[in-house]
């Protein structure tokens, strides 16, 4: 056998191990099914006020699974605005489970809504489909559609696109989503503008964005078209968002082999470890949404949200949080608390741990806290390989 075939054949047997290395260490967990909620019947439904002359969002949801930080970023940045009144609305009334550490309670159904004849100013809509593993379903693609009515917004996020584009309005005009996704949602829906290079695109009233991180781009970038450039840089501010200015470049990096091969390395050899956030009130759903979204990318053994008392947490601008976790988890290696002078100590706490992982008052962005800090336990390469799955440069 001469040298060539020598060096072709190791390089494919490497290649056919690290394949199944991959898939050996990772299917288990991506495979994993959806948290399902199983709490208690008689919850008590947020009622959302309505103040007249402020701007309408509605946050679309789907029970089944909607991606977090597509949900929580635009909740947190539409409300900091002070002018507007922010809903999250599902098909039905019922948990909705952000995946896969979170369940919410949403402010209205679709029905509810028709019913009371709310009408938006803008409408966003997070990745529905579960990294998608499934289709947009046809009666959420038909409610969008009817909600815009070309006078108000549209804000698609990450692949929230999928269901963007399914609608039809997006036929010939730019779209976008994440770098990741971005192949296979074109040969989708081949009739978008599938657009490279950008956080987010727009065309007329017609917006979206780059992957997961990027919906604090597109959210920023509806502010500022409808409460002005005041406006946008005090909820940017609120936020420590790391740019002067709303970043309008993008990398399109997508997670490459050799992220592949130290997310494989990382699970194979290094200890999983088993994380709770606890949910305190008051949360602010940005940070939170930051916290659990980039921390479910380090393929943790488990990750659950808890609640002190077993039951639901109100965040800082009143959506109902619902924990995935039970107080009798065991020890967790890492509890991370985000409010720590509201933490009653662990004398107090039933909750048994490691670590105390807190966070408090920064001037850094939360995903930079987050990425330094799982940078310094696993490695440079391992943190830039989180980052891509973010979407996040």
Same mark, same amino acid.
């Given at each position: 056998m001469n040298k060539h075939k020598i060096v072709s054949l190791s390089f494919f047997s490497g290649l056919l191990v690290l394949c199944t290395g #991959? $898939?050996?260490?990772?299917?288990?967990?991506?495979?994993q099914g959806l948290k399902v909620y199983r709490g208690k019947d008689n919850l008590n439904w947020p009622s959302p006020a309505f103040y007249k002359g402020e701007k309408?969002?509605?946050?679309?949801?789907?029970?089944?699974?909607?991606?977090?930080?597509?949900?929580?970023?635009? #909740? $947190?940045l539409f409300n900091a605005t002070g002018q507007a009144n922010v809903y999250v609305v599902s098909e039905e009334k019922a948990p909705v489970l952000l995946v896969n550490s979170l369940f919410?309670?949403?402010?209205?159904?679709?029905?509810?809504i028709d019913s009371l004849g709310i009408q938006p100013d803008v409408i966003v809509v997070p990745n529905l489909t579960v990294h998608l593993k499934s289709p947009p379903r046809p009666?959420?693609?038909?409610?969008v559609r009817k909600q815009y009515t070309g006078k108000n917004i549209l804000l698609a996020i990450c692949d929230g696109a999928a269901t963007a584009a399914a609608t039809g309005l997006y036929d010939g005009l730019p779209i976008t989503t994440h770098?990741?996704?971005w192949g296979k949602l074109e040969k989708l829906y081949?009739?978008?503008?599938?657009?490279?290079?950008l956080s987010y695109t727009r065309s007329g009233n017609l917006y979206s964005t780059a992957g997961v991180s990027n919906a604090t781009e597109g959210s920023l970038a509806v502010i500022e078209a409808m409460f002005g450039q005041e406006t946008m840089l005090k909820v940017m501010r609120e936020v420590r968002y790391p740019h002067a200015e709303v970043k309008t470049g993008h990398a399109n990096e997508t997670v490459s082999a050799?992220?592949?091969?130290?997310?494989?390395?990382?699970v194979l050899f290094k200890h999983d470890r088993d994380l709770g956030v606890l949910l305190q009130e008051g949360a602010d759903e940005f940070e939170l949404?930051?916290?659990?979204?980039t921390y479910s990318r380090t393929f943790p053994a488990s990750l659950n949200t808890f609640a002190l008392d077993g039951g639901s947490v109100s965040s800082k601008f009143g959506l109902t949080l619902l924990p995935t976790g039970n107080l009798q988890v065991g020890r967790l290696d890492e509890l991370h608390i985000l409010r720590p002078e509201t933490f009653p100590g662990e004398a107090a706490c039933p909750i048994e741990y490691r670590e105390l992982v807190e966070y408090g008052e920064t001037p850094k962005y939360p995903f930079e806290v987050c990425l330094d800090r799982i940078g310094s336990l696993y490695g440079h390469g391992f943190r830039k390989a989180v980052k891509l799955t973010l979407d996040y440069n």
């Open positions: #991959f $898939y050996l260490a990772l299917h288990p967990v991506m495979a309408t969002v509605f946050v679309i949801a789907s029970n089944e699974g909607t991606e977090m930080f597509d949900l929580m970023a635009p #909740f $947190y919410i309670l949403p402010h209205y159904s679709f029905r509810e009666s959420t693609v038909a409610w770098s990741s996704d081949p009739r978008g503008d599938w657009k490279k290079g050799a992220a592949i091969a130290t997310i494989v390395k990382k949404g930051s916290v659990l979204d």
